[in-house]
């Protein structure tokens, strides 16, 4: 067999920014490269984070055992909660609700999706066959168990947690590791014959060196897109959304384990309670709704009083059109921007260093790396994207400008197909690896007020003597379920309660 190159290994790599991009790049790295590379990360202490990032999804948790993190020990220095899923309230129309759950509904049944037997047979709401929904509804949790007989394996949960504090607690994990942290401004970036980055020129006259720079520098994207002209895709003309309103309330009890969405004249409202403090913001375009108005229906809406002033914030959705280029790859607001509604802002900083490290390059930076790195960072972006737009178009209000924008608008061909299918026969075929899964799809389908237009064919041709008794069944088991779980804020006060909240 022929002998292999011996490639020139990367023995420098520099992280401009803090934050939680910054900060999980470097825990990542030091724990997956070892001391055999050196990592320095510069942040600046008079430059703020966005920092509004509390709600994840059930893939952080993954990151966190990678990271050999103890959860409890996490939640209780962030003075995190669990999240279940989200509510929506008032987006198929107004006055409406409904869930959407991590884990899933029921269980399939002769090979076919669980719901394709529930649209025919099924006497209950949807949300009675999850036994995440029925947790969330009576504000209980438990972590879940690995025997599949068991119906409290179905669970699937996430984190709520103070962003800031996240950042802090993996930058103690990551200079333990032996990442430098270098804390100065970035005045100039100097690059070499290439048109790549060679350093950073910080304002204390230190020159921060490097082979492979990650760009976390927030919406500025400093490197890929000051100093190397990467372009941006906008994305506003679908997702016109473009300022938010952050802003912490009192902690209110009891603490729900799940995240509220609720839809406004033109956008929609969070709520996100940690163990410290409610979190709070109002997502909305600004050519239908002034700031002024913005700020007064955030306010009007919190559960407890503020504890600081709206803080501003202003976007424009897409995304960079590489996100790796050069010798840099971008990532959190460097690499682009999809609105909160899901929770998936930290979820694509994980995703995008894990690709990093699969496919991480030695000092030659072969295109081929570059270019299978931004194909799945691409349609990571774009299939959250897609979930994203589902919300706003699929929706039978009519109350406002905005919202007979959203519902007249054309969508991208990839998610016209997704409706198309599901509309026909309620078929919903996720992508292999794809984020978001046929209960997503499912839930907020259905909820949204998109529905079958025919039964799928297979599930017609099964005999509903037998059927039926299964769903009762399957409904009975969640119910017990729920029932034998413990309240939220018990779990919390028993297992990770916060030092000082």
């Not at 599949?148 to 394996?153: A, L």
Request: proline content about 6%; aromatic content about 8%; charged content about 20%.
């Amino acid at each position: 067999m022929e002998k292999v190159e011996q490639a020139v290994p990367i023995r420098r790599i520099v992280i401009a920014g803090g934050g939680t991009a910054g900060w999980m790049a470097a825990a990542v790295m030091s724990r997956a490269l070892g001391p055999e590379v050196s990592i320095a990360l510069v942040e600046s202490p008079a430059i703020g984070t966005v920092g509004v990032g509390e709600a994840t999804i059930p893939p952080i948790l993954t990151l966190n055992r990678l990271l050999g993190l103890d959860e409890d020990e996490l939640v209780r220095r962030t003075g995190a909660t669990f999240k279940l899923g989200i509510e929506f309230r008032d987006w198929g129309a107004l006055g409406e609700t409904y869930f959407h759950p991590f884990g899933h509904y029921g269980a399939n049944l002769r090979g076919l999706a669980f719901h394709q037997h529930w649209m025919l047979h099924g006497d209950a709401p949807l949300d009675d066959y999850s036994i995440t929904v029925a947790a969330a509804r009576a504000g209980r949790f438990t972590r879940p168990v690995e025997d599949q007989r068991q119906i409290h394996s179905r669970l699937s949960y996430a984190l709520h947690f103070d962003a800031a504090r996240y950042a802090d607690f993996l930058r103690e994990q990551s200079v333990a590791r032996g990442v430098e942290h270098l804390q100065a401004r970035i005045e100039r970036v100097e690059l070499d014959a290439r048109g790549h980055v060679a350093a950073l020129l910080l304002d204390d006259g230190r020159r921060a060196e490097g082979e492979l720079f990650v760009d976390c520098t927030g919406f500025r994207g400093l490197l890929i897109g000051e100093a190397l002209g990467t372009p941006y895709q906008d994305w506003s003309h679908w997702l016109p959304m473009d300022r938010a309103l952050a802003v912490p309330s009192a902690a209110t009890t009891p603490r729900t384990p799940f995240t509220r969405s609720t839809a406004g004249t033109a956008g929609w409202r969070w709520r996100i309670p940690l163990q410290h403090r409610t979190g709070n913001g109002h997502v909305y375009c600004s050519a239908h709704l002034s700031d002024d108005e913005a700020a007064a229906q955030l306010l009007a809406g919190l559960d407890g009083p503020a504890l600081a002033d709206p803080r501003p914030l202003r976007f424009t959705t897409g995304r960079r059109q590489e996100m790796w280029r050069g010798n840099v790859v971008a990532l959190g607001l460097a690499s682009g921007f999809l609105e909160p509604l899901e929770s998936t802002s930290i979820h694509l900083i994980q995703q995008g260093v894990v690709t990093l490290m699969s496919l991480f390059p030695d000092t030659g930076f072969d295109p081929a790396d570059r270019a299978q790195y931004n194909r799945v960072m691409a349609t990571e972006f774009e299939q959250v994207r897609d979930f994203l737009i589902l919300h706003y178009h699929l929706t039978r209000r009519d109350d406002s400008p905005f919202w007979q924008q959203m519902r007249a608008m054309a969508v991208p061909d990839s998610l016209q197909q997704r409706m198309d299918l599901f509309a026909s026969h309620g078929r919903i075929m996720p992508d292999a690896g794809a984020l978001f899964t046929e209960t997503s799809w499912l839930a907020v389908m259905l909820g949204q007020g998109l529905h079958p237009r025919k039964a799928d064919p297979v599930a017609a041709a099964m005999p509903a003597a037998e059927i039926a008794p299964q769903l009762r069944q399957m409904r009975e088991i969640v119910r017990r379920g729920a029932e034998v779980m413990p309240a939220h804020d018990d779990f919390i006060a028993r297992h990770c309660a916060a030092r000082s909240t």
